[in-house]
Nanobody
């Protein structure tokens, strides 16, 4: 059974930083590309960043390029999202899923809430 458990969200002031984590199980993590998505109130879930299975390739939404960094630790079955220079428009629930920008699994985790506000 696939499990995706996101953590690390919180309330942060504009310009601040957060590091999100996603612990994955139930599939072969080390051979899977992984992606982060976010969903703001009233909006559809959208891709934030993706990383290949060996970390050799990454891609980012234009809105986060230069501010966010995706990484992974295959020994820990965990993918990370380092979020710097946060803006109020980054406020959303953040989710992870397997796949290169297209979610592989229909069962999503609970997500982690990120709120950027002064």
């Amino acid at each position: 059974q696939v499990q995706l458990v996101e953590s690390g969200g919180g309330l942060v002031q504009p310009g601040g930083s957060l590091r999100l984590s996603c612990a994955a199980s139930g599939f072969t993590f080390s051979s899977s590309a992984m992606s982060w998505y976010h969903q703001a109130p009233g909006k559809e879930r959208a891709l934030v960043a993706a990383i290949g299975s060996l970390s050799s390739r990454t891609k980012y939404a234009d809105s986060v390029k230069g501010r966010f960094t995706i990484s992974r630790d295959n020994a820990k079955n965990t993918v990370y999202l380092q979020m710097n220079s946060l803006k109020p428009e980054d406020t959303a629930v953040y989710y992870c899923n397997a796949g290169w920008g297209t979610p592989r699994y229909n069962d999503w985790g609970q997500g982690t809430q990120v709120t950027v506000s002064s």
